[in-house]
């Protein structure tokens, strides 16, 4: 693999942004949408038996480290990925693998990184970032996230990298070993984007793809039977998964609509260039729902929250995703 003096950019999520940045380090120019769909990790979840501050978890995409692990297999890239149980060990791997130019993707807690401001912090220990240096002390690291390079004293990043909790990062590094000179676009595309859309629509769970969409929107049209500011919060949680933590689940829907579109450009495919404009306006109906449901977080005592309306959103969101994975399982997409 050739590499090239590092160059940070940024970009709208960490893990596709960290792994577009590698790419492009080691000579493979890969755009954010394009590492985000090829990695076939657009999903969606509802899992109200995993709790995250007392509220169930709703997720936009698979889960974390599956953007890496799927754009290693379907481009067929190596990657070396490595966890430890001493922290002591961790930093002396960091260090090493720095000695020796490496840039190195690192799995952190957002709430021990010092460099975030106080008011962004919170317990995700999912955030991806790249280390690309040591000097003074100090590591340089490129955090997709922000738009310029930052620095971190060592003891924070160490923290950072072995904090216990919901998703440890046990200091996980990780960096490419082998990376394909070309990518046969014309048969990984197709075949990666149709295996999304059946997993978006034809999963038998009934909590995940459409199907989950659709029980949640079911759930929310039960909430006025709950206690209002149980409702509220709830509410409220729907909209900091969807729109805070991460790049949120309108955002990944961008991404992938991004995606569809840089796709069709390189297969000159008609039907992706109409599928990405469904899911653009797919994403938009995620907004919509989220600014409905902050107007009723919002209202007054003495205002009734109109929980079928946003149920019915909602319904309306899942028949926008679904016709969009409906039309890529049933066009010829080259």
Not at 176 to 199: G, L, M, N, Q, W
Request: aromatic share 10%; charged share 25%; proline share 4%.
């Amino acid at each position: 693999m050739k590499s090239k003096a590092f160059e940070h950019a940024h970009f709208a999520h960490c893990e596709s942004g960290v792994m577009s940045l590698m790419m492009r380090h080691y000579g493979l120019p890969l755009s954010e949408a394009m590492v985000f769909g090829l990695s076939g990790a657009l999903m969606f979840a509802y899992l109200p038996f995993v709790k995250l501050g007392g509220m169930p978890l709703v997720a936009y995409r698979s889960l974390p480290k599956s953007i890496i692990k799927g754009l290693q297999k379907n481009l067929g890239i190596r990657m070396k990925m490595q966890t430890f149980s001493q922290p002591q060990k961790g930093s002396e791997a960091l260090d090493e693998l720095l000695a020796h130019g490496e840039i190195v993707g690192a799995q952190t807690s957002v709430f021990w990184l010092p460099y975030f401001p106080e008011e962004m912090r919170f317990h995700f220990n999912a955030h991806n970032l790249i280390i690309y240096g040591k000097e003074n002390g100090d590591y340089l690291i490129s955090d997709p996230v922000f738009e310029a390079p930052v620095r971190c004293e060592a003891s924070a990043l160490q923290k950072a990298r072995f904090v216990k909790g919901v998703m440890a990062p046990k200091g996980l590094l990780y960096y490419p070993e082998k990376i394909p000179a070309t990518v046969d676009y014309a048969t990984i595309i197709p075949k990666v984007i149709r295996k999304s859309a059946k997993r978006m629509l034809k999963t038998p769970v009934p909590i995940a793809g459409i199907s989950g969409i659709r029980a949640l929107a079911r759930k929310i049209g039960k909430l006025a039977k709950e206690d209002r500011r149980y409702a509220k919060l709830f509410l409220g949680h729907i909209v900091r998964m969807q729109e805070e933590i991460g790049t949120g689940g309108a955002g990944f829907r961008f991404i992938y609509a991004s995606f569809l579109q840089e796709a069709g450009s390189l297969l000159d495919s008609k039907v992706l260039d109409e599928a990405s404009e469904m899911m653009t306006s797919a994403g938009d109906q995620w907004r919509e729902f989220a600014l409905m449901s902050v107007k009723a977080i919002r209202s007054k005592k003495s205002q009734e929250i109109d929980f079928f309306s946003l149920r019915m959103k909602l319904e309306s969101v899942a028949d926008a995703e679904a016709a969009v994975y409906r039309k890529l399982l049933a066009d010829k997409l080259v």
